[in-house]
């Protein structure tokens, strides 16, 4: 797993997976205070809850970390990210900006997230790949 093709692959899927989460977090931000600034510091600041993650599971497993266990991380971060999203946000943006607005932006984040898993699929090593 060395190379610039995969350093680049990477490194798009995990931009194209970042943009909506900043795009989520800044916008309610922006139009509640119509501050621009206040939007992007707060987005740049939730942006830190991933590597403050690694840092914290480095520190709690520092030899390895059983795969079993990462599974059952990613699958509770998954679990409660698809939650807010049904139960929280969706309903929200029903709100205010109209069940067809809403709809199509589910479906355009959808389609970055899919962008973001074929870039980490293409990067992978075959006996590596998803």
Request: charged share 10%; with cysteine.
């Amino acid at each position: 797993m060395q190379g610039l093709h995969v350093g680049l692959n990477l490194a798009v899927a995990i931009a194209l997976h970042n943009i909506p989460e900043g795009v989520a977090v800044a916008l309610p931000i922006y139009f509640a205070t119509k501050s621009k600034k206040k939007a992007f510091y707060t987005a740049a600041f939730s942006g830190l809850a991933e590597p403050l993650g690694v840092v914290a599971v480095a520190l709690l497993f520092p030899s390895s970390l059983n795969p079993d266990i990462l599974e059952g991380l990613l699958g509770s971060v998954g679990g409660v990210m698809a939650f807010l999203t049904l139960h929280e946000m969706l309903p929200l943006a029903f709100d205010y900006c109209g069940q067809k607005q809403a709809v199509k932006a589910v479906f355009v984040g959808m389609a970055c997230m899919s962008a973001s898993l074929y870039f980490l699929e293409v990067s992978l090593p075959k006996e590596i790949s998803l």
